[in-house]
């Protein structure tokens, strides 16, 4: 295929010149490092971000982004360019600041014309006030059939002291960290629960999809709300097998977690690539933005194994609903407090800021029967090193005091609050008969089909 070279016209009088970056000090920022904007589930084929480059342009109404972060000083910005074939392209490429740190924005029109070979071409220079995360966008002001861009590429200026060289960052991890809180009470405790007791609520505007609010974590697996698409929201209860299957496909069959019972609205499979074990889910649970969802779970000893067992409840018109009970094998402990996440299983919309309050925190002693406040939390998170995803808040809500909240996403400072509020006194209220009811009902169900 013909080769082209490129001519770029520039048409902001800042800009000047066409001549390359300096090979030696220049950091490259590639087309699989951005994201397409505004993001939607057909994205993707609006706008091709491959290794080749950034290709098939299909619709001027998105954008390619990328959020960077950057050290404080001053860069040169090129832009990498590919092929360009047939008619004259408009491009608009700006970049405005994540945080308030007194940042200029920078907004620079560019029209790109065909020609033959690959080609470096100067968009202008940045100041950057203070080391964070900045947005650089780039936008299509006409067709932009054939055209090839590779990304960006930045030369920064030694700093005058040290002769240090400024870094610019493309973090690795697209989709936004994933961050915890593990549960605790501050109250006397044997630390041994039968029941475990919390509520989620996330705020509109806020739900962006790919995302899971895990609510109940414990030793064996976990249960939670999902966005799975633009019209599904889930219900999630997972239980862990003793061993992982993926890594011993000969794993006897008393190591892996069977299925004891489930509603008939429940979808139930087996997982795997995190650990192994089985899977119930209500794929159309209907949970509401702004409206607490309820969750409650069960552990029970046997013989030789736990039996756990899930409900949750999205409004009280419709009341406690029931997910599944589990049977786990070479287990016999019970909960002995609980975790909870935020998780973003997608790295297409990981730059969408996702939230969650987590509160009414309650473990039921087995021995006691006494419903004890999970009061404190410790924080945990992934990724969170210079340059990668540090983009998360966890804490006390300063909105809610007696709740506490997760956030992520966003490309925002990190923000940490407090780790503890009062011990409630708000337990749960409901009564347990009808729901170790079910779990018998679930026994008895599981030795039917044993029987068969």
Known sequence: MKRFFYVLTVLSLFLSGTSSLSAQTRQTVTARQAYVEPYSVSSREDISLRRG??????????????????????????????????????????????????????????????????????????????????????????????????????????????????????????????????????????????????????????????????????????????????????????????????????????????????????????????????????????????????????????EGSIVLSAWYCINETEGWKYVASWRAPQEQRLFNGFYSFIENFSSSNGQLLRKGYYFNAFGREASTGKWLSFNKVRFSHTDGTEGERVDYEQGVAPEYPTRFYMASGGYTPTKLTADEIPLQTNEPSMDLKPFIERVDKALINEKKMSDN
Not at 76 to 90: F, H, M, Y
Not at 94 to 108: L, N, Y
């Open 53 to 302: 480059g950034i290709s098939n342009w299909n619709n001027q109404n998105r954008s390619v982004v990328w959020y960077l972060y950057q050290q404080k000083g001053s860069y040169k910005v090129a832009l990498d360019l590919q092929k360009i074939s047939g008619e004259q392209n408009t491009i608009e490429i700006s970049c405005t600041e994540c945080a308030e740190v007194g940042f200029k924005p920078m907004i620079k029109k560019l029209s790109l014309k065909s020609a033959s070979g690959d080609q470096q071409v100067r968009i202008g220079k940045v100041e950057i006030p203070a080391t964070g995360y900045y947005r650089y966008e780039m936008k299509a002001l006409t067709a932009m059939e054939g055209v090839i861009i590779n990304g960006l590429s930045f030369e920064a200026t030694p700093d005058k002291v040290t002769g240090a060289i400024p870094v610019v960052h493309a973090t690795k991890f697209q989709s936004s960290p994933s961050v915890h809180l593990s549960f605790s009470t501050t109250a006397p405790t044997t630390k041994e629960y039968d029941w475990i007791y919390e509520e989620i609520m996330v705020p509109k505007g806020y739900d962006p999809l790919h995302t899971y609010w895990m609510s109940l974590g414990f030793f064996r697996g976990y249960m939670g709300i999902q966005t799975n698409s633009e019209t599904e929201r889930r219900v999630l209860f997972s239980v862990w097998d003793s061993v992982d299957k993926d890594k011993n496909p000969n794993a006897s069959k008393d190591s892996l977690v069977s299925l004891v019972d489930k509603a008939d609205y429940v979808t139930s499979n087996g997982f795997g690539n995190e650990g192994t074990g089985g899977q119930s889910y209500v794929k159309n649970a209907n949970w509401k933005v702004d409206q607490p969802v309820k969750f409650l779970m069960n552990v029970r000893r046997g």
